[in-house]
């Protein structure tokens, strides 16, 4: 079976949910003509036909997020949305605004999520209530999908979020996120000398610890303690 979309699924990517696949897209209008929704799509990977959907302002450009038998998304002009799922179907669609316009995925951990937002700000979500708890100034947009590191989490009950800012010069900073107080502290950890260029692109993780990623400058960084 083969869906059309009329926007398409610009930089939306799948999730496997419930063992369906979850998607958002885009609308394919101008916002100059009115268009003001899009859907997340549930699709049987069996068949491909479209099992539900629900609808999200605006255009969604990042790929849905699976946790906890519920699937988040967030939409372009920044609204994170939270939907439960079961046999495909889709219930109990909650969501929140944020403070600028997000085309990342959230990251979670526990009952939080983090989002990056084009007003320079990492965001803190409460899940359980839908609620921004905690905003940091980041001094750029992180606009591709952060990375969590949990690794520390029993040492000093926070964990990390790194985040590669859309920018010059195009380098990592650290989100240091205080699960228990709902506090963010910002520093910066890699500043890209000498290859400063803007950067759209989420850094990775070995199992060893070494973050991986690349900016317009055309260079690929591996950051690792010493």
Excluded: H, W
């Excluded at 100034?137 to 992180?142: F, K, Q, R, S, W």
Aim: net charge negative; charged share 20%; glycine share 10%.
């Amino acid at each position: 079976s083969k869906y059309t979309n009329k926007g398409g699924f610009y930089l939306a990517g799948a999730v496997e949910a419930d063992g369906y696949a979850i998607v958002p897209s885009d609308n394919g209008e101008s916002p100059a003509n009115g268009a003001s929704e899009s859907l997340v799509m549930s699709f049987d990977p069996r068949t491909g036909e479209l099992r539900d959907s629900f609808s999200i302002e605006g255009d969604g450009r990042s790929s849905a997020v699976y946790f906890n038998s519920r699937v988040y998304v967030v939409s372009k002009p920044g609204v994170l949305y939270s939907a439960a799922i079961d046999d495909g179907m889709f219930s109990d669609i909650r969501s929140v605004r944020l403070d600028g316009e997000c085309t990342a995925s959230p990251v979670i951990y526990g009952d939080y999520a983090f989002v990056g937002t084009s007003a320079k700000t990492v965001q803190m979500i409460d899940l359980s209530s839908m609620e921004v708890t905690a905003s940091a100034d980041t001094g750029a947009y992180p606009q591709a999908a952060m990375l969590l590191s949990d690794a520390y989490v029993e040492q000093d009950g926070c964990v990390y979020i790194y985040a590669a800012l859309n920018a010059l010069p195009g380098g990592i900073s650290v989100i240091k996120a205080d699960i228990f107080r709902e506090r963010l502290t910002v520093s910066a950890l890699f500043d890209a000398a000498g290859y400063e260029q803007y950067c759209f692109c989420a850094p990775i993780c070995s199992g060893g610890g070494t973050i991986y990623y690349a900016n317009d400058s055309g260079a690929i960084f591996s950051l690792s303690q010493n």
